[in-house]
């Protein structure tokens, strides 16, 4: 202990009474912007200080029964609970405010009951309102906690994201600002058009590809202007696990929609695609998953034939794609054409001069390429144009 000299003693009645002047009966609720939110003057240690920060106690303060996802003027009934089971807490409060992105005032809070009241004394920041304990929410000589019921009315127009923030007193009841435990937190509410989509439209269900096949992925998306990126992989153990190490793909350009995948050499039956959108508020990301395919490989490595494109003029079809042996036979539907090599590009280029009489234009036909080895591609589907490119 150190004694205090008549001169500090002065200084020190004339200080306690200033600041129970200036600082009007906490207890009967709290200044504005004490709610550790950005912007606000800081939270309830700015005067309960003892030299702790905030959260060293062994509660916490919790914010409940918000929304996910807003609708624009409706209505919640949020709860604010403080829970400390330390020694001596017998007495509570709290303060909250909701903002949006901006800092400004998102919404109406409102009591429920006489146990909370809007903020109506200290200075204000911006247009927020604040909402707390009254005197008689303090709920003197109880112990454990409390939770106060209020009321929200989210903004009547989408406002964006918006963060609740509340800090919270665990105090000893002794009607000081001594020897109290603060705590904070914060929530988020979602707008609904943060809500981001994301779908296959590239099936590949039922599908077995190939080891080095070229497969083209595409995908579409909605509310693209809230989408960070696009995150692709694949599972070979039907969908239990997306690894990272099957990671296809990923961009932080929301309008890409497809992707040219080479695929792995991880030959499976329990093969699934996973696409995910990131929303850019940062919330869970919207997905999609395929159906099962296949991937099928040579467990020898031998290199499989591959289709990588197609086109056709007249009764002729073209074939380009890789690893086609000598004598290679172009299957369409389930009928063997007459195949030859090319002559410059044997292992990338096959000719039917008649295959192209059994694809109308304007249909599709499905193709494979059989090596004499006994290998053979992947399907390829070929959309025959109504007019043959030149
Ligand atoms: C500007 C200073 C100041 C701020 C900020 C402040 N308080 Fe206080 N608080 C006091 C003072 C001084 C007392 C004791 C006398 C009184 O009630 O006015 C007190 C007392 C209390 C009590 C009663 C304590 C007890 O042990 O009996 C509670 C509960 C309380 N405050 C809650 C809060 C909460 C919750 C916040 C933050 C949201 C907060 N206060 C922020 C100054 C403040």
Known sequence: MFRLSLKHKIYAVLLIGLVTAVVYASQFGPERAHTGAPGDLGDCTVCHDDRVPANSGGGRIQIGNFPALYNPSQTYTLTVNVQDSSPGRRRWGFQLTAIDSNGNRAGTLAPLGSDTQIATTGSAVGDRQYIEHSEIGTFPGTTGGHTWQIRWTAPSTDVGTVNFFAAGNAADNSGSNRNDNIYTTNATSESPSTIVGVSLTSALDNQTLVVGQHYTITWSSSNQGSIDGYELRYSTDDGATFPISNLIFSTTDASVHTYDWTVPNKPTTQGRLRIQALPKS?????????????????????????????????????????????????????????????????????????????????????????????????????????????
Do not use: M
């Open 282 to 390: 940062g919330g869970s990301p919207a997905e999609v998953r395929s159906g099962r395919f296949s991937i099928s490989g040579s467990g020898s490595g031998q290199a499989l034939p591959v289709i990588i494109a197609v086109s056709g003029k007249g009764n002729k079809i073209f074939v380009n794609g890789d690893n086609f042996q000598d004598g290679a036979v172009v299957i369409l539907g389930s009928d063997n054409q007459k195949t030859r090599n090319d002559d410059t590009d044997p292992t990338h280029w096959l000719i039917c001069k008649k295959a192209g009489k059994f694809i109308n234009p304007g249909t599709t036909a499905i193709l494979k390429v059989h090596n004499p080895d006994g290998t053979e591609s992947a399907p390829f589907s070929y959309f025959r144009p109504v007019i043959d490119p030149p």
